[in-house]
């Protein structure tokens, strides 16, 4: 466990990987640790055939690809680590790549049902108010939960009506948010935030004991907008970034625009919405073409 804990402190003081990050990588890695203790094999002296055996542990759990791509990426970093510091001399999950992920489209909502769940959304009270505003925030912006609940007051621009975010990897990146939400922010501060802040806090987003709002509180947020809009659907927070970068693009946004305002590290991973508007075009183009249609 020494070489482990070595490794998460290694990521932690010189990589800047997030509180969150290092503990996936950490699990992984106990598991990992536990597997070669099953076996009787020593984590600093493995081969090839360990790899194999442990990559074929993984395939046998049935568990899917992104999950085992995960674990060999954290097992690979871990190996990387131990060869620069001299521990090991070879990485021999270098040699296996990582499984190609299944293409999925990712899920969003359409204009109607985002229609439906803004049409309920109250500022009669602080809990409305609040509410409120992390729907518009996380639909205008396409922020992610652990960015939304990170944001401090002073990280907005009220003039210019930005917010800095700080994203994966420690990347701080300025995202923009339009007139709807102005005025839901400006009533929660004037009014809700107040109800909120008993610990004089710098975040934006509290729980009623002044504390910031965790990111599962969250989820149950969006979950209980849901069931009141009555719409039978299930959805997470992040479907709401999902419906920010369709509708971008759907409205003539170009994907460079997009990418950056999601805070995605490569283009393809934002490319993955342009098959979902293609989706779409393809769509409306079956149900409008006189020689599509089908009589």
């Given amino acids: 466990m020494k ?8 990521l ?20 990992y640790k536990e597997f070669l203790g099953n076996n009787f094999i020593d984590i600093l002296n493995i081969d090839y055939e360990v790899v194999t055996k442990y ?29 620069r510091e001299n521990i090991v001399q070879n990485n021999y999950f270098k040699e296996v790549s990582n499984p190609k992920k299944d293409f999925y489209l990712p899920k969003f909502l359409k204009n109607e049902e985002m229609d439906k769940i803004f049409s309920i959304c109250e500022e009669n009270s602080p809990i409305n ?28 621009d009220f003039t210019n009506q930005t917010i800095k975010v700080l994203g994966k990897g420690s990347k701080e990146r300025i995202v923009i948010y339009n007139n709807h939400t102005k005025k839901a922010l400006d009533t929660y ?11 004089n806090s710098g975040f934006l987003i509290l729980n009623k004991d002044g504390n910031r709002l965790s990111d599962r509180y969250i989820r149950i947020i969006i979950d209980r907008l ?12 992040h479907t709401l ?38 989706e779409q075009m393809k769509k409306v183009y079956e149900n409008a073409h006189p020689r599509a249609v089908k009589k």
């Fill in 55 to 83: 990559l074929k542990y993984l395939y046998e759990r049935k568990i899917n690809k992104s999950s085992i791509s995960r674990k060999l990426s954290s097992i690979r970093g871990f190996y990387n680590y131990l060869v």
């Fill in 129 to 156: 108010q609040r509410d409120t505003l992390i729907v518009e925030l996380l639909y205008a912006t396409g922020l992610r939960v652990s960015e939304l609940v990170n944001i401090k007051i002073n990280n907005i």
């Fill in 226 to 237: 849901v069931r009141k809009a009555n719409l039978d659907i299930k959805i997470s927070p």
């Fill in 12 to 31: 932690k003081v010189i990589k800047n990987y997030s509180e969150k990050t290092i503990l996936s990588y950490y699990d992984d890695l106990v598991e």
């Fill in 189 to 199: 501060l004037n009014d809700g935030y107040h109800f909120f802040n008993k610990k």
């Fill in 3 to 10: 070489y482990i804990e070595n490794y998460t402190k290694y």
């Fill in 241 to 278: 970034r999902h419906t920010f970068a369709t509708d971008m693009l759907e409205n003539g946004s170009d994907l460079m625009t997009v990418k950056e305002l999601l805070g995605h590290e490569s283009l393809d991973t934002t490319s993955i919405y342009t098959h979902i508007t293609n």
